[in-house]
């Protein structure tokens, strides 16, 4: 059973950076598209950038793009989000998520939902 673990939130001055790690367990991450969500207080849970763990193709939402990157380690053990620029807007709790189906990594698959989910980290972001 694959289970993800989030780190590396906190709080952040506006214009800041902040690196989240996804760290898989239970099961290899290969063939697995891995996603970056976040909620905002008040707000639904939007997909924000997500990842083919075995063709690297990536999808990013227009409010990410220049700003937020996502990447993998050599052992496709652990997904990484990079946001730089962070502002305010960008505050909430961010989770990461996998589904195995091939090459779900879309903007479509935000909205079918993804399999497994982590628990999730704050983000928050002063103005």
């Known amino acids: 059973q694959l289970q993800l673990v989030e780190s590396g939130g906190g709080l952040v001055h506006s214009g800041g950076s902040l690196r989240l790690s996804c760290a898989a367990s239970?099961?290899?991450?290969?063939?697995?598209?891995i996603a970056w969500f976040r909620q905002a207080p008040d707000e639904e849970r939007e997909g924000v950038i997500c990842i083919n763990n075995d063709d690297g193709i990536t999808y990013i939402k227009g409010f990410a793009k220049g700003r937020f990157t996502i990447s993998r380690d050599g052992a496709k053990t652990t997904v990484y989000l990079q946001m730089d620029r962070l502002t305010p807007e960008d505050t909430g709790m961010y989770y990461c998520?996998?589904?195995?189906?091939?090459?779900?990594?879309?903007?479509?698959?935000?909205?079918?939902?993804?399999?497994?989910w982590g628990p999730g980290i704050q983000v928050t972001v002063s103005s």
């Open positions: 239970g099961a290899p991450l290969d063939g697995y598209a």
């Open positions: 998520a996998a589904d195995r189906r091939t090459h779900y990594c879309s903007a479509v698959a935000f909205y079918q939902g993804y399999r497994y």
